[in-house]
Every structure is written in structure tokens, then in C-alpha cells.
């Protein structure tokens, strides 16, 4: 059963824009913090952007000024719009979400719940 579903994911040029979307299917997730992580080629899967219940958004420094996200608790998805794309942006976008009050967001741990992922490939 998918739980979080992503989609916008593409190839892009350098200095392009790009909104990913992920849609849950379970409405506990509109209650709690919302995420995005990516992984590079040969890379872990690291922090990109999380916002909280209250809307409270936290960046990585990599895509702080960069990228934006917000949420829709009506239709509980969550979106991540990204400008100013870089080829260093280029990884699987996972969305992440969770079923816990937690103020931390930076890491795999504090998330219970993962999409499946989408490719975002930034050519320069």
C-alpha cells in the first residue's frame, strides 16, 4: 500500500525551476511534519527541506534561499519548489512524513514514513 506517492521529477537545465509534489493517502499525515530528503549517485540520503504542522519551514544551507516548501493539509500533500537548480541538486527526491510530534527534522530517523522517490536531474 503507497502511502506517499511523488511526482515532478524530471530533467532539468541549470537555473530552471522545478515543483515536486507527494500526495498521502493516510490523513493522519496532515497532523504532523512533512519532509523532503535526496540521494545522490554514491551519496547517503540527506535533509533537503521539512516544514512542520504549524508551517514552520526548515532548509538544508545547500538550498536555503533556494528552495521552498509548503503544504496543503486539505488535500494532504506537500510540495517542494525548487529554483535556481544547481547539477550538485541532482539526486532521487524521497518524500518523508511521520505519525509523531517531533521538532527535529534533519534526520532519517525522525521520519517514519518514505515515498518511493523522484528522479530530478540538472544538467549544466
Known amino acids: 500500500q503507497v502511502q506517499l506517492a511523488e511526482s515532478g521529477g524530471g530533467l532539468v537545465q541549470a537555473g530552471a525551476s522545478r515543483t515536486l509534489s507527494c500526495i498521502a493517502s493516510?490523513?493522519?499525515?496532515?497532523?504532523?511534519?512533512r519532509g523532503w530528503f535526496r540521494q545522490a549517485p554514491g551519496k547517503e540520503r540527506e535533509f533537503v527541506a521539512g516544514i512542520s504542522w504549524s508551517g514552520r519551514q526548515h532548509f538544508a544551507d545547500s538550498v536555503n534561499g533556494r528552495f521552498n516548501i509548503s503544504r496543503d493539509d486539505a488535500k494532504n500533500t506537500v510540495e517542494l519548489q525548487m529554483n535556481s537548480l544547481k547539477p550538485e541538486d541532482t539526486g532521487v527526491y524521497f518524500c518523508?512524513?511521520?505519525?509523531?510530534?517531533?521538532?527535529?527534522?534533519?534526520?532519517?530517523?525522525?521520519?517514519?514514513?518514505w515515498g518511493q522517490g523522484t528522479q530530478v536531474t540538472v544538467s549544466s
Open positions: 493516510d490523513p493522519r499525515f496532515a497532523k504532523y511534519g
Open positions: 518523508a512524513a511521520r505519525t509523531f510530534y517531533s521538532g527535529s527534522f534533519h534526520s532519517e530517523n525522525d521520519w517514519s514514513h
